[in-house]
């Protein structure tokens, strides 16, 4: 039997092309800061969930990797976890920014998720509305209706929070009837480590162009109390890139940059953890290990 109010739980992701604004539309829904995000294409790397909970739903949100043209092994990779991520939910939001015109990138993401759409709804969300008129709104709803069939379409912008309980309605409403799936609370769960990798890593991208966001990866080498301290954590990390060239332009001028990055990351990592860190970081060459597939793995790729 279905009553009107039953609890319901289940999964959500958001699809779109690079930099269309899934992660920050996940980390709004959520409440917090669990995936990282950037201008730069291809900042997401891996499925991260994020846990919305309601008193009548919890709403587990699957924040995946843009859908792109894969020039590299790991673009590929990147790839492949988006559409078994697919199968795995019980409603997709395709993501088109309202800035920008809809194109081949986005037809090709509605022929693969028309595939799905058989089995699973997806729901067309307009994002970043506060950066365009009314009248461009309506546009973007209008062309991104010729896309594909949607169960649903919803415009919205994360910046100024327009229509983010809409849009949850529109997700909730369609996961089925079922007991919550994680603790109160609990927001994430991606390990502290990765978190912290991946804040370093948003650190690191902000003022690098060209080949050089992709060519970034962060490790956690180890994670431990001060001796003979309890407010105080040392984290060393490595921030890996591609090329020697690469690796003078992240350190910088006299190691400028790279001081620049540590001590905007370990603000946000203070934060995160509640607790004063020491962030010991290092830059490593990792030759092309975008197209190498044992240092993919030794990456977590
Ligand atoms: N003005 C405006 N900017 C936004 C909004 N949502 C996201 N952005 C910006 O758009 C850029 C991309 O956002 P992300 O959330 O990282 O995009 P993404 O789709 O997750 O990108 P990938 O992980 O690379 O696929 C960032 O610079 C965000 O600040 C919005 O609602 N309004
Ligand atoms: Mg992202």
Redesign the pocket.
Known sequence: MTSLDAHRSGFACFV?R????????TNALVGSKVAI???K????RHAIRGIVHRPDAQLIIVDT??LHRPRTLLGQRLNDLVYETWSEVDVVGF?VPADQKIGPGDRYIAEQLAKVAKRTPVIGVV??T??VGKQQVAEQLLALQQVMEFADLVPC???DSYQMDVLADLLVGRLPEGPQLYPDGELTDEPETTLIAELIREAALEGVRDELPHSLAVGIEEMVPREGRDDLIDVHAVIYVERQSQKAIVIGRGGERLRAVGSQARKHIQALLGSKIYLDLHVKVAKDWQRDPKQLRRLGF
């Open positions: 779109g690079p930099n269309a604004g899934k992660s920050t539309l995000t950037s201008s294409p291809q900042t997401t990797p843009g993501c994002t970043k506060d950066l912008s994360a910046v």
